[in-house]
């Protein structure tokens, strides 16, 4: 694992990061158990005047934790204040909520009285990845703060900027040094913090090969984990729904972020009387999209986060074509400097092409007619991942039945909005298991403690 800024607009490297040594690794962990001791005992009160005030900066300073993740990951600029300023809102929701939601809760027993009270577990060790290199920790640290835990977190290896840049925000908020603490460390390094009896749960959020690796560390340990792995999202267009809609929804849901969101629309299900259409509109409005310089508001498609996940999709793509797909556009990488990917779209995918089984992470839309609803629910269950999905139609009833029978974590009709604090994210399947954000996601990591009380008969 290597720590490493290069811009992917350009190739050129900014800077690079040395790991944390063993005696630095042992003083963040003993930092972090020496603060939960206190952190723990903090009054809400005091908590959600650190986590309000990381949001206030988090807003005040968008631009430049925009810049940082551009520079690093190459999402463009637009789309990273939009990151900045909604991550800012994740930690505003739960300063604001986190008290209510871990209010005791009363319980009815046949006899006497009970209630649930809810307790913070301690160090939590979290992996997160860089296609959403502040939401990816706001969306932990917001919830789990509040609750009482402390966090150590090893970010991903392109973006070291953002890491260190999200750890200071909440220092410079007042949260006492061990509240939140970037590590840079090594794989190897990873599993001795899973090891450690100080380190009471781990949450990742990346790849499936991943997801395994980590899990099972955990598990081995008896310690309490959560998963948000990739995505095969289906976007399912019924034979009455309004294009005029759907096609602008389309092109945000398979190009938001150069296409690289687990959560992303990917294979796109269409019913046969309106897939001649469909397919020729998201071609033209593919074929509009400006690829530039992300820091530049008027590009539309930015490069993909590193030369590596580049040469991955393309790679991906070579194999769909061999095994039977039909290229209809793109497929290459664009001709200028930088990690930049044709807008494709592949067709004619048979259940024996591995495009069928895959995620693919960048600008690269599967395309599927279908005759009838019934063929699309099946086709979009028959799918490893149970993310996230979509149903687009004039006839909302019709969606609500058809999302109804979606195996996913997460299903919406004529609409994509998937981002908002108060609403649960999260999947079933290779997906992963557990939830984030909204009240579900503060209760991961709590000790969730029965006290009944009360005068009982004495046993006999």
């Known amino acids: 694992m290597t720590y490493e800024s290069i811009n992917p607009s350009n190739g050129q490297l900014i800077k690079r990061f040395e790991h944390l040594s063993p005696s630095q690794l042992e003083t963040s962990l003993a930092s972090a158990q020496a603060c939960f001791q206190q952190w723990r005992h903090a009054p809400y009160a005091e908590r959600s005047a650190v986590i309000h005030q990381a949001a206030a900066r988090l807003h005040a300073q968008a631009d430049d934790f925009a810049r940082l993740a551009t520079l690093e990951m190459g999402k463009r600029a637009v789309e990273a204040r939009g990151e900045a300023h909604f991550s800012a809102d994740i930690l505003s929701y739960y300063a604001t909520n986190a008290e209510a939601f871990l209010t005791p809760t009363p319980l009815r027993p046949l006899l006497g009285q009970a209630h649930l009270e809810y307790s913070p577990l301690g160090v939590l060790f979290c992996v997160e990845p860089w296609n959403f290199p502040f939401y990816q920790l706001a969306r932990v640290a917001g919830p789990q703060l509040m609750a009482g835990n402390v966090l150590v977190v090893k970010h991903a290896g392109c973006v070291p900027q953002c890491a260190i840049a999200f750890e200071k925000l909440l220092l410079d908020a007042g949260a006492p040094v061990g509240a939140y603490t970037n590590l840079l460390i090594t794989h190897e390094q990873c599993n001795q913090v899973i090891d450690d009896p100080r380190v009471k749960g781990v949450a990742l959020t990346g790849s499936v090969a991943a997801g395994r690796l980590v899990a099972a560390r955990a598990g081995q ?34 190009m938001y972020n150069s296409g690289q969101t687990c959560c992303a629309a990917k294979r796109f299900i269409v019913l046969d009387s309106v897939a001649d259409e469909f397919l020729a509109r998201i071609k033209a409005a593919f074929q509009a999209l400006k690829v530039g310089d992300p820091m530049d508001d008027t590009t539309t498609l930015g490069p993909l986060s590193t030369e590596a996940a580049l040469q991955q999709l393309l790679a991906q793509v070579g194999t769909a074509v061999k095994e ?38 960048g600008p690269v839309l599967s395309f599927y007619r279908v005759p009838d609803e019934g063929a699309a629910v099946a086709l979009a269950n028959d799918c490893d991942f149970g993310l996230g999905g979509s149903v687009w139609t004039r006839d909302e009833a019709r969606g609500r039945r058809l999302a109804s029978q979606i195996e996913t974590g997460m299903v919406f009709v004529n609409n994509l909005h998937w981002a908002e604090a108060a609403l649960p994210f999260g999947g079933i ?24 009380t009360g005068k009982f008969p004495s046993p006999a």
């Open 221 to 254: 340990n008896l310690k309490k984990s959560t998963l948000e792995l990739g995505g095969s999202d289906a976007f399912i267009v019924l034979d009455d729904a309004d294009l005029d809609l759907t096609i602008p929804w389309a092109v945000w849901g398979r």
């Open 324 to 361: 039977g797909a039909s290229l209809l556009m793109g497929g290459q990488r664009v001709d200028r400097a930088g990690a930049f990917m044709q807008p494709t779209i592949l067709t004619d995918i048979r259940p024996s092409n591995p495009a069928f089984r895959d995620e693919f992470f």
């Open 429 to 452: 399947k290779h997906s992963g298991y557990g939830r984030e954000l909204g009240h579900l996601g503060i209760q991961e990591f709590i000790n969730k403690k029965l006290v009944r």
